[in-house]
């Protein structure tokens, strides 16, 4: 089943997106579920290179033992992936039951060349994660 436009207008990434971009992106993502407690990905693993948007759930980040974030409906992670294609920087384990989007990075750079607002947004945020 693929995304929707609805889950992904909630990311800040793509909020400068018409609702046909929206929906076009929203094509390109697979729906995925886990249980509390699975990790989604794991830091230092190739589990496939992939962008998450969480639609519904809670999930931690974590590295090394410390929790760096808990994020909700909304929230994303594998950016880095998009961009690296390395091994992942941090786990992300279900809090409770979630549903998130998944694209891969094959699609989503099909979309990204499509839609270099999207990309400088990506670049942007990118930036900031480093800067800190």
């Known amino acids: 089943?693929?995304?929707?436009?609805?889950?992904?207008?909630?990311?800040?990434?793509?909020?400068?997106?018409?609702?046909?971009?929206?929906?076009?992106?929203?094509?390109?993502?697979r729906e995925r579920r886990f249980a509390p407690g699975h990790e989604i990905v794991r830091k230092g693993a190739m589990s496939g290179i992939g962008f998450f948007v969480l639609a519904e759930g809670d999930a931690t980040v974590s590295s090394g033992g410390k929790k760096l974030a808990t994020l909700g409906p909304g929230g994303y992670f594998g950016e880095f992936a998009l961009i690296l294609e390395e091994e992942r920087t941090a786990t992300v384990t279900a809090q409770t039951d979630v549903r998130c989007l998944e694209i891969s990075f094959p699609d989503f750079r099909k979309f990204a060349h499509a839609n270099p607002d999207v990309t400088w947004k990506l670049l942007q945020h990118v930036a900031s994660l480093v800067r800190r």
Do not use: I, Y
Request: aromatic share 6%.
């Open 1 to 29: 089943m693929a995304g929707t436009a609805d889950d992904l207008q909630r990311v800040d990434l793509f909020s400068g997106l018409s609702r046909r971009q929206l929906q076009k992106l929203a094509s390109s993502f």
